[in-house]
T-cell receptor, first 113, second 113 residues
Framework: DAGITQSPRYKITETGRQVTLMCHQT?????MFWYRQDLGHGLRLIYY???????DKGEVPDGYVVSRSKTENFPLTLESATRSQTSVYFC????????????FGPGTRLTVT | QKEVEQDPGPLSVPEGAIVSLNCTYS??????FMWYRQYSRKGPELLMY????GNKEDGRFTAQVDKSSKYISLFIRDSQPSDSATYLC?????????????FGQGTILTVHP
């Protein structure tokens, strides 16, 4: 089906481990985003990408790395996971020549122990 | 002070009630206004999208924007138990490189049968 998929949907990892969250979209949207959602903080932008090989920092980028070698994929890597990175992570995309509306994936619930 | 303020609720109403959800904002440059619905353990789903001031209706949902008061509302008529979710307002200035969205904290709505 068309849309955004995220994997895994649930992940438990240990402090210090590297974790990669995957995001795949079938719309060929140029813009893609990674957010984290936490109680009391709402949705916060981690990184975004305007196109393949073009990425930039959002509001809370520290401890995260992104890449975008293909338009449809936008993985997010936690290089050395910390407990403060326990959160729900959402990937989103935005079509070109549109208003600013974004379309979200189902999320990945990450727990760092 | 947050750029976008949204009463977190929770809001509990009986089935069939008219629900009013609201957000206020401080940035007069916001031009695009969105409402997202988020079911438990799901990603935000775009519900309504409006540009500038005015009303927009879609079935049981009406979005209102009053830019002079920096106030937006979402009305749900004949509310149903299936409307139980968290509702997030989001807004953007438009014209930025990637379309930065600023979100409210979300209002938790429960509709009782």
């Amino acid at each position: 089906d068309a849309g955004i998929t995220q994997s895994p949907r649930y992940k438990i990892t240990e402090t210090g481990r590297q974790v990669t969250l995957m995001c795949h979209q079938t719309w060929s949207h140029s813009y893609m985003f990674w957010y984290r959602q936490d109680l009391g903080h709402g949705l916060r932008l981690i990184y975004y990408s305007a196109a393949a090989d073009i990425t930039d920092k959002g509001e809370v980028p520290d401890g995260y790395v992104v890449s975008r070698s293909k338009t449809e994929n936008f993985p997010l890597t936690l290089e050395s996971a910390t407990r403060s990175q326990t959160s729900v992570y959402f990937c989103a995309s935005r079509p070109p020549l549109a208003g600013d509306e974004q379309y979200f994936g189902p999320g990945t619930r990450l727990t760092v122990t | 002070q947050k750029e976008v303020e949204q009463d977190p609720g929770p809001l509990s109403v009986p089935e069939g009630a008219i629900v009013s959800l609201n957000c206020t904002y401080s940035n007069s440059a916001f031009q695009y206004f969105m409402w997202y619905r988020q079911y438990s353990r799901k990603g935000p789903e775009l519900l309504m999208y409006t540009y500038s001031s005015g009303n927009k209706e879609d079935g049981r949902f009406t979005a209102q924007v009053d830019k002079s008061s920096k106030y937006i509302s979402l009305f749900i008529r004949d509310s149903q138990p299936s409307d139980s979710a968290t509702y997030l307002c989001a807004m953007s200035e438009g014209g930025t490189s990637y379309g930065k969205l600023t979100f409210g904290q979300g209002t938790i709505l429960t509709v009782h049968p």
